[in-house]
T-cell receptor, first 118, second 114 residues
Framework: AQKITQTQPGMFVQEKEAVTLDCTYD???????LFWYKQPSSGEMIFLIY??????QNATEGRYSLNFQKARKSANLVISASQLGDSAMYFC???????????????FGKGTHLIIQP | DVKVTQSSRYLVKRTGEKVFLECVQD?????MFWYRQDPGLGLRLIYF???????EKGDIPEGYSVSREKKERFSLILESASTNQTSMYLC?????????????FGDGTRLSIL
């Protein structure tokens, strides 16, 4: 079973609209972290936002916010007032605390290709 | 700002060659990682290291090895390159064991094996 599922392979959104990118995850570890990354066509992976499993509030970072619903195991990324420069691949990723702590790698979803239209 | 530098953006090699991909980070991070990225598959972890001379296998280590002789440098080695190793390779680093530390990525190396 996939640990991270991103059900939207691609999305087209009008500029200035809000965007929600879906992410569901699967883990039995009570301690985990969820990350969102942006990858423009140039290839670099840019860290956007983090949500810890024990965090009481949804994470926010500028125009990015995370709609964290722990019982449903979902961690959707919300981008407010989208801009042309938001066009990119977006990846949801998870780190489980387990026995490896922070040294273990991230498990990534397959990504969502977001295209912002003028 | 954290800087993770990969030695090449584009690389073309021949089948059977020994290939070295180099990665250097400048923030004294404990952990370093190598991923490969393929269309439709996302990123998959090849190897990681949590200290000098330490290495751990990730999800897809077959056909690869790594070297970490210095804290700032983590090398990925393709012992005998094959065409199915044509991919985008991404190096990342993170601070020590705290779970909320993000991984910082380099710009990637697009490797083609002919």
């Amino acid at each position: 079973a996939q640990k991270i599922t991103q059900t939207q392979p691609g999305m087209f959104v009008q500029e200035k609209e809000a965007v929600t990118l879906d992410c569901t995850y699967d883990t039995s570890d009570p301690s985990y972290g969820l990350f969102w990354y942006k990858q423009p066509s140039s290839g670099e992976m840019i860290f956007l936002i983090y949500q810890g499993s024990y965090d009481q509030q949804n994470a926010t970072e500028g125009r990015y916010s995370l709609n964290f619903q722990k019982a449903r195991k979902s961690a959707n990324l919300v981008i407010s007032a989208s801009q042309l420069g938001d066009s990119a691949m977006y990846f949801c990723a998870m780190r489980e605390a387990g026995t490896g702590g922070g040294a273990d790698g991230l498990t990534f979803g397959k990504g969502t290709h977001l295209i912002i239209q003028p | 700002d954290v800087k993770v530098t990969q030695s090449s953006r584009y690389l073309v090699k021949r089948t059977g060659e020994k290939v070295f991909l180099e990665c250097v980070q400048d923030m004294d991070h404990e952990n370093m990682f190598w991923y490969r990225q393929d269309p439709g598959l996302g990123l998959r972890l090849i190897y990681f290291s949590y200290d000098v001379k330490m290495k751990e296998k990730g999800d897809i280590p077959e056909g690869y090895s790594v070297s970490r002789e210095k804290k700032e440098r983590f090398s990925l080695i393709l012992e005998s390159a094959s065409t199915n190793q044509t991919s985008m390779y991404l190096c990342a680093s993170s601070r020590t064991m705290s779970g909320n530390q993000p991984q910082h990525f380099g710009d990637g190396t697009r490797l083609s094996i002919l």
